[in-house]
């Protein structure tokens, strides 16, 4: 299973880093993608990151923000929250694929963990 932490209540202009814990399997071999949910919009890719050469993708929102990373000694992918804003405000979930990452198609990947809401307050 992928087991999510880390969201909660911040400011805007604060910080928060979400991990995504894998258990029962190795998440080296997997690229991982952060998704999220903002109250009453589609879901929408955040970041991904690669399981071969770690390269990573952002969407324009949080470019520059945002920082996935991931520690296989740990089993975990990281995702640092910096500057935030009140658009940043959803429900935050992981998910693996195997092979290449994407944050325009959630449908290559093949499981999921559950969310972790954020709430950035302005």
């Known amino acids: 299973q992928l087991v999510v932490s880390g969201g909660g209540l911040v400011q805007s202009g604060g910080s928060l880093r979400l991990s995504c814990e894998a258990s029962?399997?190795?998440?080296?071999?997997?690229?991982v993608g952060w998704f999220r949910q903002a109250p009453g919009k589609e879901r929408e890719g955040v970041s991904c990151i690669s399981s071969s050469d770690g390269k990573t993708r952002y969407s324009a929102p949080v470019k520059g923000r945002f920082t996935i990373s991931r520690d296989n000694q740990k089993n975990t992918a990281y995702l640092q929250m910096n500057s935030l804003k009140p658009e940043d405000t959803g429900v935050y979930s992981c998910?693996?694929?195997?092979?290449?990452?994407?944050?325009?198609?959630?449908?290559?990947?093949?499981?999921w963990g559950q969310g972790t809401r954020v709430t950035v307050s302005s």
């Open positions: 029962g399997f190795s998440l080296e071999w997997y690229a």
């Open positions: 998910a693996i694929v195997s092979g290449s990452c994407s944050i325009d198609n959630e449908n290559i990947y093949a499981f």
